[in-house]
């Protein structure tokens, strides 16, 4: 998509530092790190979302990130990683081309987990919330 941040970067228009590219993905440095190596993978395809995007390319997608992992792995030998994606405006998405974040991450680092983004669960206990998907409970 011409107006699209992270197409013109797949189309090379903008330049990035790659970590891994194929013919389904790309991973560049984020240019605003988080942590050591932070970096960001796009499917070469546009899509906003995880939502909008075609089903048959969500597994070549996803091993652009395991391929992704295994470099960062070999150059930066994190102790581990966070992994995940903002999605929505809601869910603190700025971009709006499906990317995932890969945040290698050593021990001590000061970062927190998942459960440190929000801590919000709202009045409904998990019962409450699971009979709103219907008589599944075992
Ligand atoms: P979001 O909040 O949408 O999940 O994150 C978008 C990320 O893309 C941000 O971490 C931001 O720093 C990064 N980003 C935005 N524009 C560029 C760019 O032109 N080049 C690079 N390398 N990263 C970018
Ligand atoms: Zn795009």
């Known amino acids: ?5 992270f197409c013109r970067i797949v ?5 990035n530092y790659t970590v891994f590219e194929d013919t389904h993905g790309l991973a560049f ?20 979302t995880v939502l909008d995007f075609d089903d048959e390319l969500l597994g ?9 992992q295994e ?6 030998h994190p102790d581990g990683y966070t992994v995940g994606w903002n999605h929505g ?6 971009v709006p081309h499906i990317h995932v974040h890969i945040l290698p991450r050593w021990e001590n680092d ?12 709202g009045a409904m206990i998990p019962e409450q919330i699971a009979k709103m998907f219907g008589d599944h409970a075992v």
Do not use: W, Y
């Not at 998509?1 to 941040?5: L, W």
């Not at 189309?11 to 330049?15: A, D, G």
């Not at 942590?35 to 395809?45: E, S, Y």
């Not at 000061?110 to 669960?121: A, E, K, L, T, V």
């Open 1 to 5: 998509m011409k107006d699209c941040i």
């Open 11 to 15: 189309s090379k228009e903008i330049p």
């Open 29 to 48: 440095l984020d240019i605003h790190p988080r942590a050591k190596g932070h970096t960001v993978v796009i499917p070469k395809v546009h899509a906003e």
């Open 60 to 68: 070549d997608f996803f091993r652009v990130v395991k391929r992704t």
């Open 71 to 76: 470099r960062l792995d070999r150059v930066l």
């Open 89 to 94: 405006s809601a869910g603190g998405q700025l």
């Open 110 to 121: 000061g970062g927190g987990n998942i459960h440190s983004i929000i801590d919000n669960p």
